[in-house]
């Protein structure tokens, strides 16, 4: 489906809306680097209220200590480098916890904040938002059955190249730096979730 940026927001609400689940629907937002996931959730939940919450699957990085011991550290953001234990902990729990805290990811300082969110028994409504959630491989395929409904972000390479390289200068690094990380990593992950993808109950491509 052809969605503008500008009306996707909507389009996602509605079908939320409308879509069966449990008490608590859980809501996977899903597409490779640079897609627009985050905007996408937080533009979503402003439109239905107090009653959603954005639960990024960036706080599952792995540690850069636990990158540096697995000799991973040039390829943080890969499907190699979360903790899909905890990921998987997550989503189970919020089936049967009306309150729990997860882990946030802070990008200016690159490290995950313990406890940095916290979901209460008035959100009714979980957007959890990632690369990986829709990979058809192990153990990430493990997860489509904890959603409810499921949106993928589908975005041509050259655009995800310039949102990438953009972050990263806005982040601080220089422009060598920044195409290295864009080449090297990040195109590498877009590439995979693109390729790996299963079947959306939403697939919005722009």
Known sequence: MQVSPENLAGLVHSKVIAAPGNARQIIAISGPPGSGKSRLAQDVTQLIGPA????PMDGFHHSNDWLRDHALSDRKGAATTFDTDGL???LAALRTRPTLSFPTFDRERD???ADGGRVAPSHTQVFVEGNYLLVNQS????FRAAFDFTVFLQVNMDTLAERLYRRWIDLGLDAETARAKVSQN?????????????KPDLLASY
């Open 139 to 142: 153990p990430w395929a493990d």
């Open 88 to 90: 998987a902990r997550l």
């Open 52 to 55: 959603a919450i954005v639960v």
């Open 186 to 198: 990040d195109l590498v992950n877009a590439a995979f979730v693109l390729a790996n993808r299963s």
């Open 111 to 113: 490290s995950v904040i």
